[in-house]
């Protein structure tokens, strides 16, 4: 991308709980940006979203949106991404999306710049944000990976209601305000009741029995990791939490590594904060980290079933790290 000194952003889906995320974490990092383009539907053109503490008027997205566009971020579902990615780098943005659609696309890099910040080089218009899931494990496994190379790994993920958008939150906040005064619950977001309860149901299921968000775990990692050798199986859950995923990741590795050994190279991985002391109480909580921006790692542990195994307990803020800030990181990479 041509350097300039400033850039004009569009945020399409700037009213989404991921796009709010964005228009904050643009201003907090001070990205260069010269003019603001915040795009919706017609349920929210013509209201205004608050940017470095102005105003800026909220546009009905059109295919004529991106005329002057530097840099498109979207989120505002698969739908709209498929639709209007290519009509924005017609236009000649580069569109950074949050949906799956052009993930698994061989033309489009899938990046984490703690990871694989080299592959936004061969962009050629779209490039495409992980999974929240995928990106808080890479960010976790991938030094791991360099220095002791991961033949298997098993997860299971603990994923808050915020993931699936705000009609989601409303919905937990709802459920659990009418079951503590013994009202009727009727689900509609989610099939079944998520207050107080877990749902091993993310995405839809697939004939092999596995949910597409699992299967975002396995393809997406590996085509992040450079590794289509990584054999992964992931179980994914969602629990009544509003902000930040939690893992359970299990590791099997060619070379042997110590707890010791583990807990050196996380501590100085870039986006990694280590929380590990269970005797005090210290482990990564999705309480603590919500409104943070590092990919929290502790519980780390021998797994005595196997000869080389590591198990982990790993938490980010999925809106954050897992959509909104890899996005910018993205971007800032894209104008270095
Ligand atoms: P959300 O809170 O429901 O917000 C959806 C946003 O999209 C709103 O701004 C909405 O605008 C806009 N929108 C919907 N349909 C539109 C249309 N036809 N034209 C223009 N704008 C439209 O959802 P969210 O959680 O922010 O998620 C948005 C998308 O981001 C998800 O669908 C998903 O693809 C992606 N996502 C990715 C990750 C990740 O893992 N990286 C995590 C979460 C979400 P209105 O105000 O006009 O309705
Ligand atoms: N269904 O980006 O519901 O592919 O938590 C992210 C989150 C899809 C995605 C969720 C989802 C994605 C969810």
Known sequence: ????????????????????????????????VGQLLPLASSRSAGGEVTFRGDA???????????????????????????EYAPVAVKAGAVVID??????????????????????????????????????????????????ATITRIVVSTYQSVSG???DAMDELAEQCRQLLSFGDIKPKVYPHQIAFNCLPHIDDFLPS????????????????????????????????V?????????????????????????????GVQLHDDPSMGVYP????????????????REDDSIPKGLSLWVVADNLRKGAALNAVQIAEELVK
């Open 56 to 82: 800026v008027k909220i546009k009905l997205l059109t295919k004529d949106s991106f005329q002057g566009v530097d840099i498109a971020l979207f989120s505002a579902g698969g739908n709209v991404s498929k």
């Open 1 to 32: 991308m041509n350097k300039k000194s400033a850039y004009t952003v569009a945020v399409v889906g700037a009213t989404g709980v991921v796009g709010t995320e964005m228009l904050s974490i643009l201003e907090e990092r001070k990205f260069p």
């Open 164 to 166: 699936t958008g705000k």
């Open 209 to 240: 029995g596995y949910t597409k968000e699992e299967m975002k775990m396995v393809n997406e990692t590996r085509k992040i990791m450079g590794d289509e050798s990584i054999g992964i199986a992931a179980t994914t859950v969602r629990v009544p």
């Open 242 to 270: 509003f902000v930040c995923h939690g893992e359970s990741i299990n590791i099997e590795t060619e070379k042997k590594l110590s707890v010791e050994e583990a807990r050196t190279i996380l501590s100085t991985a870039p």
């Open 285 to 300: 909580l999705q309480i603590d980290a919500a409104g943070t921006d590092a990919v929290f790692v502790g519980r780390i």
């Open 98 to 147: 949050n949906s799956s659609v052009w993930r698994m696309d061989p033309q489009v890099p899938l990046v984490v710049p703690e990871v694989n910040p080299h592959d936004i080089e061969k962009h050629q218009g779209i490039i495409a944000n992980p999974n929240c899931s995928t990106i808080q494990m890479v960010v976790a496994l991938k030094p791991l990976h360099d220095h």
